[in-house]
Structure formats: structure tokens, C-alpha cells
T-cell receptor, first 112, second 112 residues
Framework: QKEVEQDPGPLSVPEGAIVSLNCTYS??????FMWYRQYSRKGPELLMYTYSSGNKEDGRFTAQVDKSSKYISLFIRDSQPSDSATYLCAMKRGGSQGNLIFGKGTKLSVKP | ETGVTQSPTHLIKTRGQQVTLRCSSQ?????VSWYQQALGQGPQFIFQYYREEENGRGNFPPRFSGLQFPNYSSELNVNALELDDSALYLCASSQPGGHGYTFGSGTRLTVV
């Protein structure tokens, strides 16, 4: 079993739809949870960052972490064609150092 | 504030050759990590440098090596290149005590 599982999609939605992206994980030591957006031929860009369980909202984006279920989600409201990209979940153990463990990424396409 | 910059952007090498990739970290960031991203996959952790010393390494062979310089810039060296080394190589930096990593746009390496 991989440490982080993410459905690669692709996921296609119409403009204005609510998008739900999810990851599951197996390592209970993960304390920090992130979502990155990656456009084609570019590096990942940090979208949301959450510590432990709970919700965090930033504009059209909401990140949720449920540590009891080892499940994290990213919701995008009023999706736009410019949101078309690959979304990567990433996790990290506690402590100031340490590496990120990524999911495979979900490719999202928002159709006008 | 400048972000993370990587050079070169693209590179083609022959199997068996050696390659050096370069990274300038974001201002104020003293931790640098390198990741390998194969096509259609999430980034995989190679190693991390903090204060010029390697302080974490992923499941990569010794022919992958690195350096961090006093100005926090970094190099990734790969010896005896193999076809499977073809990938996007990403550099990421973080600030002291930080958990969110800023990525560069990457170097796309093709081994033929």
C-alpha cells in the first residue's frame, strides 16, 4: 500500500461547478497537509496548507483534513477554466525538517 | 522577493554521462530539497540540505548527490545516467521552521 493514494482522474467539469479532490493516506505520523497546483511543464505551486485536522478556507478554495479517517479534501467553488491543472496532495511528518510525500496528482479540466 | 529559480530548463544527455542541475532558493529560505517527477507521477523526494549538510534522503542510489552552498543555492549531480533518469527535476526551498515548500519550475532531463 502506498503512503498516499490519489485518484489520477482525469476529471472534467463545466465552468462554475464545485470540484472535490481527495487523498487518503496510511501513515498516522503525518501532521502537515498541503495541496499544490501544477500547470503543464511548470513546478507545483502551493495552494493550501493545513496543520492537523480541520478546515481552512482561502477564497474559492477549501481544504479539509480528517485525521481519524486519514482523508483529506480540496474543494474548489465556482470553478474556472484557469483552474485546469493537475492537483497534487502532499503530506509531511511533524518537525521543522522532513520531506513531502506526494500523491500521483489529479488532472482537472474545467470546460467553458 | 524572488522565487526559486532552476537552470537549465531543459537538458538532453546520453546514457552513461553525468549531469549537474542548479537551484537558487527563495530569499530567506535555508532548506533546499530536490524531487524527481516522472511523467504522470507525483514528485519523489531525492534529498534535502540544511545549512550545507544533507539531512534526509529518499530511496535514490548514491549516484545522485548534491551540494548546498553558503548562500543556500544548491546543485544536484547525477552520475552514470540511465534512461529511467528522464524526468522533471524539481528544487524546493523553505524558510526556517516552515512547512510549506516553494518549488521552482524544474529542469526537464531527457536521457537518450
Amino acid at each position: 500500500q502506498k503512503e498516499v493514494e490519489q485518484d489520477p482522474g482525469p476529471l472534467s467539469v463545466p465552468e462554475g461547478a464545485i470540484v472535490s479532490l481527495n487523498c487518503t493516506y496510511s501513515n498516522s505520523a503525518f501532521q502537515y497537509f498541503m495541496w499544490y497546483r501544477q500547470y503543464s511543464r511548470k513546478g507545483p505551486e502551493l495552494l493550501m496548507y493545513t496543520y492537523s485536522s480541520g478546515n481552512k478556507e482561502d477564497g474559492r478554495f477549501t481544504a479539509q483534513v480528517d485525521k481519524s479517517s486519514k482523508y483529506i479534501s480540496l474543494f474548489i467553488r465556482d470553478s474556472q477554466p484557469s483552474d485546469s491543472a493537475t492537483y497534487l496532495c502532499a503530506m509531511k511528518r511533524g518537525g521543522s525538517q522532513g520531506n513531502l510525500i506526494f500523491g500521483k496528482g489529479t488532472k482537472l479540466s474545467v470546460k467553458p | 522577493e524572488t522565487g526559486v529559480t532552476q537552470s537549465p530548463t531543459h537538458l538532453i544527455k546520453t546514457r552513461g554521462q553525468q549531469v549537474t542541475l542548479r537551484c537558487s532558493s527563495q530569499s530567506g529560505h535555508n532548506t533546499v530539497s530536490w524531487y524527481q517527477q516522472a511523467l504522470g507521477q507525483g514528485p519523489q523526494f531525492i534529498f534535502q540540505y540544511y545549512r550545507e549538510e544533507e539531512n534526509g534522503r529518499g530511496n535514490f542510489p548514491p549516484r545522485f548527490s548534491g551540494l548546498q552552498f553558503p548562500n543556500y543555492s544548491s546543485e544536484l549531480n547525477v552520475n552514470a545516467l540511465e534512461l529511467d533518469d528522464s524526468a522533471l527535476y524539481l528544487c524546493a526551498s523553505s524558510q526556517p521552521g516552515g512547512h510549506g515548500y516553494t518549488f521552482g519550475s524544474g529542469t526537464r532531463l531527457t536521457v537518450v
